[in-house]
Nanobody
């Protein structure tokens, strides 16, 4: 059973930074494509960024390009999301996800494992 546990959310002001972490408890961490999604109240869960199983390719949703960075540490079985220049519209619950594929997909339906989510609130 693969378990993902996110941490690092919180309440910040616009322009601030946060780093989210997602620890994977079991399985071969490096074998999974990993991604971060977010879900704001009343909205569908949306893709934020994803990284291939070997870290050779990264994908970003347009609104976070240049501000967010995904990275992974295979030794620690942890994937990170560095968020800079945060905006109020980034407010959401952020989820990490892993898929038994090599390339991260853009749909939540393509992922097999999910964390419980961590709240990020950005005040103006």
């Amino acid at each position: 059973q693969v378990t993902l546990v996110e941490s690092g959310g919180g309440l910040v002001q616009a322009g601030d930074s946060l780093r989210l972490s997602c620890a994977v408890s079991e399985g071969t961490f490096s074998a999974y494509a990993k991604a971060w999604f977010r879900q704001a109240p009343g909205k569908e869960r949306e893709f934020v960024t994803g990284i291939t199983w070997n870290g050779n390719a990264i994908y970003y949703e347009d609104s976070v390009k240049g501000r967010f960075t995904i990275s992974g540490d295979n030794a620690k079985k942890t994937v990170y999301l560095q968020m800079n220049s945060l905006k109020p519209e980034d407010t959401a619950v952020y989820f990490c996800a892993a898929a038994r594929t090599t390339v991260p997909g853009y749909s939540p339906n393509e992922y097999h494992y999910w964390g419980q989510g961590t709240q990020v609130t950005v005040s103006s």
